[in-house]
């Protein structure tokens, strides 16, 4: 079982940019696709971004291409959100998770689940 733990949330004022870092523990860290989640209130989680092992691979919600990066570095157990131009709608419960697989972007293939960070952007 991987543990999960994301930083960087905060408040941003809209334009503005944001890091948000996920820390991996456990044995089973790979070879398995890791991606990035969010959840607004009132509303389902949605899929950002995911990533698999070697990096080769990534894919984005629409509403997010272009704005947003997702990166890891398996050395260290970290993956990475990378979020510039933030918009009102950004604001949400941010959520790393490591999946079961090497690679999907169906939230039912992601075990592991941190406990979120809050991101608000103002407008």
């Known amino acids: 079982q991987v543990q999960l733990v994301e930083s960087g949330g905060g408040l941003v004022q809209a334009g503005g940019s944001l890091r948000l870092s996920c820390a991996a523990s456990?044995?089973?860290?790979?070879?398995?696709?890791m991606g990035w989640f969010r959840q607004a209130p009132g509303k389902e989680r949605e899929s950002l971004a995911v990533?698999?092992?070697?990096?080769?691979?990534?894919y984005y919600t629409d509403s997010v291409k272009g704005r947003f990066t997702i990166s890891r570095d398996n050395a260290k157990k970290m993956v990475y959100l990378q979020m510039n131009s933030l918009k009102p709608e950004d604001t949400a419960v941010y959520y790393c998770?490591?999946?079961?697989?090497?690679?999907?972007?169906?939230?039912?293939?992601?075990?592991?689940w941190g406990q979120g960070t809050q991101v608000t952007v103002s407008s």
């Open positions: 998770a490591c999946a079961t697989t090497y690679w999907s972007t169906s939230a039912a293939d992601f075990r592991s």
């Open positions: 456990g044995r089973t860290w790979g070879p398995y696709a």
């Open positions: 990533l698999n092992w070697s990096g080769s691979r990534s």
